[in-house]
């Protein structure tokens, strides 16, 4: 359903209104410095107030395009709310990390700072210096976050900016290539949100929604930041770093807060069941939805966090699926948080040939997908296959339109242009329609070939995160050609955990999960130290950098041993 525009700005508007009536309701709580803050939403509009204050004195004003990397926490809330009440357009990038390779790092701000051209490039203090010399000659104003504590609290604007008027940059997240950024309309994300309201069925007054996801992630940002702050529903934040390490705060926050909703990437239900290692027990009843988004949801890892809290409240419904990604604000399809996602046991091979999709002939040719629901209001999926819109149960590139659809990338007309199909967004994952449920099996991008077999590499990685030794989330599989046998080889390369197996128990461990997941053997797996692996600027595993460092060094010596 598309939200009546009853104010000038049916984001803001919503938010604005219910401060005024109610200005003591709470915000949510923010987990830092090892202790919970409580923050009203008048406290929450008063910060952001403060940034709009510093943003205005800087010279920032509507339209103007405001960067944000500052640390997770209140104040990057609130500088983000701040830069929309005075029509500037905000967008959170990723700050570097001790797990980030830094010369990838500069090198992708350095690009996005001179596509998105940005206005301003807010920062905590201590990376001014190092932002000053990237944006050289970009014409971005670097303003430390601290120069906030300068500036008394703004006025509300009257006029708020316009329904149509662009409210955030979103840059889509992936492993490969320059991250290109999604311009959403107020009126798009006020669309988005009511829709997936609804698919949600939501109740504002019950709700609770827990997270520690970043705000740099569609997921973070729109699930756990802006739908809750549109809904006056409370968010209980952690910060993403002091999660990893002690990922027992988020069922602290859960049982502390009563949360009833989360999101979590596939690799934290695994990372949750096998890290926590305590006697003690949380109380998680109060949990309705624990929604698995952003990379093809798994079932073994359903079933693993399942099998580790059932005790603890955790059901079976529990545990639910989404489709998302920036280029529609968030969800195109929700699965049905009144029952278990739906299980499809299909022919292993006939998901590899990227053909119909058929029933398996035994058991052991069976792949279970998870269903990840129907499209939301306002949202349509088709499948594309050589130019053409295929029926049910046939694989093919998932395509999407919709009210909330974007309408290109800033400042990139070729990625725009080779985005769509005619009124139709070519997502570059593939998957089917079965009952009107959308299916995803992996994307264009990430199927290697095998002796001429197509394999989707986030099997073998998802094969492989289930090993004990290897780091959860820290690992990566891709192909490498072979002029011996000319075709690509299978190849993993993944961390090792603190408490690993002997390496060759390890490496064998490895290679019969993907054998069992596949049927082909890994031509190379390789255990590296922890921060090896290059992440992407938003955090992610890059498939493509890795395979060049490992072609660089790793290949050198696996071509060595081999003669």
């Known amino acids: ?20 009536i109610s200005p003591e309701l709470p915000f949510g709580v923010f987990h830092e410095d090892g202790a919970w803050t409580p923050v009203s939403l008048d406290g929450m509009l008063h910060r952001a107030r403060r940034f709009a204050a510093l943003f205005q004195a800087r010279g920032a004003g509507p339209g103007a395009t405001i960067l944000l990397i500052v640390r997770h926490g209140f104040d990057a809330h609130a ?20 797990k980030q390779d830094h010369t990838l790092y500069w090198a992708q701000h350095r690009t996005v700072l001179t596509v ?69 309309s107020y009126r798009s994300i006020a669309c988005q949100l009511a829709n997936y309201r609804d698919a949600l069925a939501i109740d504002p007054s019950a709700a609770r929604i827990v997270s520690w996801l970043p705000l740099y992630h569609d997921m973070g940002l729109i699930s756990s930041f802006l739908l809750p702050m549109w809904l ?45 290692r305590t006697s003690r027990n949380w109380d998680l009843q109060s949990l309705r939805a624990v929604i698995s988004c952003s990379e093809p949801c798994k079932a073994a890892a359903f079933d693993a966090f399942l099998s580790r809290y059932a005790a603890w409240g955790i059901r079976p419904e529990t545990l639910q699926t989404c489709y998302a990604m920036a280029e529609t604000v968030f969800a195109v399809s929700q699965s049905n948080l009144a029952a278990p996602v739906r299980r499809l046991a299909v022919d292993r091979d006939c998901i590899t040939k990227l053909g119909p999709v058929l029933p398996p002939a035994t058991d052991v040719e069976a792949l279970i997908l998870l269903s990840n629901g129907r499209p939301i209001g306002g949202c349509a999926v088709r499948i594309l296959r050589e130019g053409d819109f295929v029926a049910e149960v046939q694989i093919g590139e998932i395509c999407v339109s919709g009210e909330f659809l974007f309408s290109g990338y800033s400042n990139n007309p070729i990625a725009t242009a080779a985005a769509f199909h005619n009124e139709w967004y070519r997502t570059g994952d593939l998957g089917f329609l079965q009952d009107g449920e959308v299916f995803v099996v992996g994307r ?4 290697i070939i ?28 891709f192909g490498q050609y072979s002029d011996r046998i000319g075709s690509e080889q ?63 060094g790793l290949a050198t010596q696996a071509t060595e041993r081999a003669h």
């Not at 359903?1 to 005024?20: K, S």
């Not at 500088?79 to 001790?98: D, Q, R």
């Not at 264009?444 to 199927?447: G, I, Q, S």
């Open 232 to 276: 006056g529903v409370p968010i209980i934040s952690l910060d993403p770093f002091v999660w990893i390490a002690t990922p027992t705060l988020f069922f602290d926050a859960v049982e502390d807060y009563r949360a009833t909703h989360a999101w979590l990437p596939n690799f934290a239900f695994m990372h949750l069941a096998r890290r926590v």
């Open 490 to 552: 299978l190849v993993v390369v993944a961390e090792r955990d603190a408490n690993a197996a002997p390496d060759a128990q390890v490496l064998e461990a490895i290679n019969r999960a993907v054998v069992l997941e596949i049927g082909i053997p890994c031509a190379d797996i390789r255990l590296v130290d922890p921060g090896w692996l290059v992440k992407t600027t938003s955090g992610k595993i890059s498939r493509s950098e890795n395979a060049r460092k490992y072609a660089s």
């Open 116 to 184: 998105c051209r940005p206005r301003m490039v807010l920062v905590y203090d201590e990376l001014h210096t190092a932002m000053v010399e990237c944006a050289q000659g970009t014409g971005a104003d670097i303003v430390p976050v601290s120069l906030v504590e300068d500036h008394l609290a703004a006025q509300i604007p009257d006029p708020l900016p316009a329904a149509d008027a662009v409210g955030l940059l979103q840059h889509s997240s992936g492993t490969t290539g320059l991250k290109k950024a999604v311009a959403l």
């Open 79 to 98: 500088a983000f709310v701040g830069a929309m009440l005075i029509g500037a357009v905000p967008s959170f990038l990723p700050y570097p990390s001790a």
């Open 1 to 20: 359903m598309t939200p009546a525009v009853g104010q000038a700005n049916p984001f803001l508007g919503p938010i604005l209104d219910r401060w005024r």
């Open 444 to 447: 264009v991008k990430e199927v």
């Open 450 to 477: 095998v002796n001429g077999k197509n394999i989707f590499v986030h099997d073998i990685e998802a094969a492989a995160a289930q090993v004990a030794g290897v780091k959860p989330g820290r690992l990566v599989a």
